[in-house]
């Protein structure tokens, strides 16, 4: 197989259909570095919901891809964009919490809503590590890794 530990890949993201061939690139990465079937659907996963979150709350956003080297093998998902950041990253980590707020009953029902917030939280689990910060030109960088 070819060695794909020196191949980063760079997106820019402008609509939720991107996240269809970003997940399916990260996955043939994720595939490439030695990471299994499970841990390769994960990577997918964790895409699509850091391309949707940028479509929805930034509007644009640019992903990175890096194979991660010696001491810890793995992959970097990383995620900018120019948005208004999230005044509480590990709130927003939470199931049910979702713009600004942990959603209600009522929330569930009807009401139209932009998500359930379960993104970020399925991102931390398929993930071993989610981090964010906010630059100093404003917007919001979101770094998850897998390690093989
Ligand atoms: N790139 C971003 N910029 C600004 N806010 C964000 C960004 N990504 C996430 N958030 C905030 O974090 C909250 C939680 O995100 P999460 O992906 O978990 O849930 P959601 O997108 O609301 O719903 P779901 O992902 O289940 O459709 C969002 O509702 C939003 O307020
Ligand atoms: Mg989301």
């Not at 891809?65 to 927003?92: C, K, N, Q, V, Y």
């Not at 980590?93 to 932009?114: C, I, K, M, Q, Y």
Request: glycine share 12%; aromatic share 6%.
């Amino acid at each position: 197989m070819q060695d794909a530990s020196h191949i980063q890949k760079r997106f820019k993201i402008t609509q939720h259909e991107d996240a269809y061939w970003c997940s399916s690139q990260g996955k043939m990465l994720a595939l490439a570095l030695g990471f299994d079937d499970q841990a390769a659907a994960g990577v997918a996963i964790a895409i699509s919901e850091l391309v949707s979150n940028v479509v929805k709350f930034a509007g644009e956003g640019l992903l990175t891809l890096t194979p991660l080297g010696d001491p810890r093998p793995g992959l970097e998902i990383r995620m900018s964009d120019s948005g208004p950041g999230i005044e509480s990253f590990s709130d927003a980590l939470r199931d049910g919490f979702s713009e600004g707020r942990f959603l209600s009953d009522s929330d569930l029902v009807g009401a139209p809503r932009r998500g359930l917030g379960a993104g970020l939280g399925a991102v931390s689990r398929f993930m071993h590590e989610l981090n964010a910060h906010h630059p100093p030109g404003g917007g919001l960088v979101v770094v998850a890794r897998i390690y093989l």
